[in-house]
């Protein structure tokens, strides 16, 4: 009986937290893709302030996410999105409107993948 709870226990417990973990990536993934969408706006209407502002708080943004997804998920994915947000800082900063919207549009998109290729699908788990 006593080793019934135990299983049960770990079990639940090993449940909540991938729920949670799920839940808190995308989360934060929705925020910072927000952020990011605002940045491609701001680039879009060659407003450079306010995207160098859009693409400061963005990554401010990440280094409070990056410390508790590196624990999530694989590094290799938070590197691309730490090259990608950086590249993107260095093209809004030089007024590049193409290469921005492009390196923008890349992390966005890498932001927005990891929640989905974290969930539970059949994919997944066979």
């Known amino acids: 009986m006593r080793g019934i709870l135990i299983v049960t226990i770990t079990t639940l417990s090993i449940v909540v937290l991938g729920i949670s973990s799920i839940v808190y990536l995308d989360k934060t993934a929705t925020g910072l893709a927000l952020l990011l969408e605002e940045t491609l706006q701001a680039v879009q209407e060659e407003d450079w302030g306010r995207a160098e502002a859009m ?72």
Do not use: G
């Open 55 to 126: 693409i400061s708080n963005s990554l401010e943004r990440w280094e409070m996410v990056q410390r508790f997804w590196s624990a999530m998920i694989n590094h290799k994915e938070v590197d691309e999105i730490r090259t990608a947000l950086e590249r993107s800082k260095e093209y809004v900063a030089s007024q590049e409107k193409a290469a921005a919207l492009a390196e923008l549009a890349v992390a966005k998109l890498l932001v927005e993948h990891v929640p989905e290729k974290e969930r539970p699908s059949w994919s997944n788990i066979l």
